[in-house]
């Protein structure tokens, strides 16, 4: 990874890299790569929170967080685990799940936003992501998390054949 980390650095200063897009990673947080990411013509960031890398990007591009979405993430122990949203968004992605409000939304204290009524247009990182490569030219043509998913267990070795409903409530470990 530190080579990765060095290659880029390089590539940002001898200017054969122009425009970096970051996606839900703060990499300002490393002091050498803070150093260069001025040097880019364009830094788009793609996060659901403010971070050092959010503070230098010329371009922000808000996405929901994890107690938002569907979806999947593997865990520090190589565990493949579900994503459910946890409150609703303007998108309302809990009607997958048939879902209409949990006992967050219902109960929100007076702080929480999503107990004001006030839902934020944030949208699932796939969404985003689809919406800027078919900007640029692809086809991508999902319509939910779980087409992603199906998409990338079909195309990634570690998650082949696995679904939804088999990594069900608990995960699986994966063979990394």
Known sequence: MAGNRETLIANIVKRSIKVLYVMEDNIALDSKLFKVLPQLELL???????????????????VSNTMERHGTMINFQKRIQRLRPAVVTIEQERRLENLSMSRWDAFAAPNDRWGKGVMRDARASW???QAVANGLGGKMKFTSADDVFKEMAE??????????????????PLKL
């Open 44 to 62: 788009v960031v793609h996060a659901s929170e403010r971070s050092e890398s959010t503070d230098l990007a010329d371009h922000v591009i808000s």
């Open 155 to 172: 195309k990634i070795p570690a998650l082949k054949g696995l679904s939804y409903l088999k990594i069900g409530s608990k995960g699986l």
């Open 127 to 129: 969404r985003v992501l």
